[in-house]
């Protein structure tokens, strides 16, 4: 049992260069979502998936989207990075009804 | 979701209770208290929840005042494994569009 899987696990990219982060949830949960963490900050909502054919933006969803591909996948794609979205982006998922999130170990990504 | 607010930074000697505070005054009748807390630069971990009554798990207590408008974590006997950012959370849990919205936390650091 998996978890979260994120991947790639980092990531360098050059300005205007376009991305796409894979996550995928082995745990049957109904909801997905998409954090970044800039250096001593705390997580900030990017999009999330409330079920399966749903997504909303979050607290800071400009230069992003994202795809629910199946239950299971959620991916975040930067069509044009900048330097300011160099950060770590975590990727959770949560079976509706129950309290605990699970995230996943992060992708470390720095535009240049 | 309700505000919270947590102390930058605390510490806490190996063995001795760790116990981090957070101020919710502005928390409604059908809010959770939840914490987190994220290792080093992992994904946030699941800690513990409660409405109204204290709690207690494997990993810690959570201690609620009678008027909800604040709480308290114990981790029993912290060890250096603790060490970690933790985030006090206040959240509807209705609803499928529930969201975790994220402050910059308590940094505990667990010595010798």
């Known amino acids: 049992n998996a978890g979260v899987t994120q991947t790639p696990k980092f990531q360098v990219l050059k300005t205007g260069q376009s991305m796409t982060l894979q996550c995928a949830q082995d745990?049957?949960?109904?909801?997905m979502y998409w954090y970044r963490q800039d250096p001593g900050m705390g997580l900030r909502l990017i999009y999330y998936s409330a079920s399966e054919g749903t997504t909303d933006k979050g607290e800071v969803p400009n230069g992003y989207n994202v795809s629910r591909l199946n239950k299971r996948e959620f991916s975040l794609r930067l069509e044009s990075a900048a330097p300011s979205q160099t950060s770590v982006y975590f990727c959770?998922?949560?079976?509706?009804?129950?309290?605990?999130?699970?995230f996943g170990s992060g992708t470390r990504l720095t535009v240049v | 979701d309700a505000k919270t607010t947590q102390p930058t930074s605390m510490d806490c000697a190996e063995g001795r209770a760790a116990n981090l505070p957070c101020n919710h005054s502005t928390i409604s009748g059908n809010e959770y208290v939840y914490w987190y807390r994220q290792i080093h630069s992992q994904g946030p971990q699941y800690i513990i929840h409660?409405?109204?009554n204290n709690e207690t798990n494997e990993m810690a207590s959570l201690i609620i005042t009678e008027d909800r408008k604040s709480s308290t974590l114990i981790l029993p006997h912290a060890t250096l494994r603790d060490t970690a950012v933790y985030y006090c959370?206040?959240?509807?849990?209705?609803?499928?569009?529930?969201?975790?919205?994220f402050g910059t936390g308590t940094r505990l650091q667990v010595t010798l």
């Open positions: 959370i206040v959240r509807d849990n209705t609803g499928t569009a529930s969201k975790l919205t």
């Open positions: 959770a998922s949560r079976l509706v009804g129950s309290y605990g999130y699970t």
């Open positions: 409660g409405l109204k």
């Open positions: 745990m049957n949960h109904n909801s």
